[in-house]
């Protein structure tokens, strides 16, 4: 399902919860359930990334990180905001397009 999204919307960046067995995209925890964590990709990111999706762990959520993947309208408004503001940013410009029946490609 989010394979099918991701490629209907032309996403070519995804920006993941790390550590997660699904979407981890940097470490994952490793299955023994001991907490231990390994470097590697969860299952939905591996899927993304085989498809040609880059995947980044929500920790390096930063303007910099984005702004290569936004349209310059957008990218221009994160210069001076912080990893919350910029999660709030785009969460807002997401719904907006979502509302308006646009995609948006990150």
Same mark, same amino acid.
């Given at each position: 399902?989010?394979? #099918?999204?991701?490629l209907k919307?032309?996403? +070519?960046?995804?920006? /993941? *919860?790390?550590?997660?067995?699904?979407? #981890?995209?940097? +470490?994952?925890?490793? #299955?023994?359930?001991?907490g231990?964590?390994?470097?590697g /990709?969860?299952?939905?990111?591996? /899927?993304?990334?085989n498809? #040609?999706?880059s995947?980044?762990?929500?920790?390096? /959520?930063?303007?910099?990180? =984005? +702004?290569s993947?936004?349209?310059?309208?957008?990218?221009?408004?994160?210069?001076?905001?912080? +990893?919350?503001?910029i999660?709030d940013? =785009?969460?807002?410009?997401v719904?907006?397009?979502? *509302?308006?029946?646009?995609?948006?490609?990150?």
């Open positions: 399902m989010a394979l #099918g999204i991701a919307n032309h996403v +070519r960046a995804a920006f /993941l *919860k790390d550590k997660s067995p699904s979407c #981890g995209a940097a +470490r994952v925890y490793d #299955g023994s359930f001991t231990t964590k390994i470097t /990709l969860g299952v939905t990111a591996q /899927l993304l990334t498809n #040609g999706i995947v980044f762990p929500d920790t390096s /959520l930063t303007s910099h990180a =984005v +702004r993947y936004l349209e310059p309208e957008m990218a221009s408004e994160l210069d001076t905001h912080s +990893r919350e503001e999660i940013s =785009v969460t807002d410009i719904a907006h397009r979502a *509302k308006n029946h646009k995609s948006l490609a990150l």
